[in-house]
């Protein structure tokens, strides 16, 4: 390699840097999945960037999820967690389990949910995100994500239920 490229890719490398370190999160997925860049409002894939103007995902705040379930409002918990990650943990009580991996080819099996209020949940709200868009470009109406995902749910000490392997995920209601 001659030297002004390997000066570029140390310029390039300490640039990436500088962005992690100021908050920056890295951009695109494998396969081709695309990845909500909420300070922009754009979506970026692993291809590159595009402006197209999308709208904001809403959040919940795990206190406010938490009062909504007990007041008995209607609302519809997705977890699109692992398997493993929620045998670890445990789950929100009631959740349905969708993985993130399957969730586009299982989107019929939801397709009674289309009008209700969903609040989809991940460990840290990372993997929410996609689940969300992608339930949103199918449809569903009212789609929140839950703010700081599981890791604030136990964090703030709120009730989970222990999931096993015994009986699939997905026909928990």
Known sequence: MDLPRAVLFAEIALLAFYALERGAKPRGLARGRAWPDRRRGTM???TGTY???RDPLRTISAEALLQELRSNVGV????VRERPRIRETGAIPN???YPL???ASRLAELRDLRATRIVVVSQRARRAYPAAHELEAAGFGEVFVL???MHRWLELGYPVEA???SAPPSIRP
């Open 95 to 97: 959740a349905r389990t």
């Open 51 to 53: 402006d197209e103007p």
């Open 147 to 149: 703010e700081g995902g």
């Open 101 to 103: 991996t399957q969730l």
């Open 44 to 46: 970026t894939m692993n």
């Open 163 to 165: 999931r096993h392997e």
């Open 76 to 79: 519809t918990i997705l977890d």
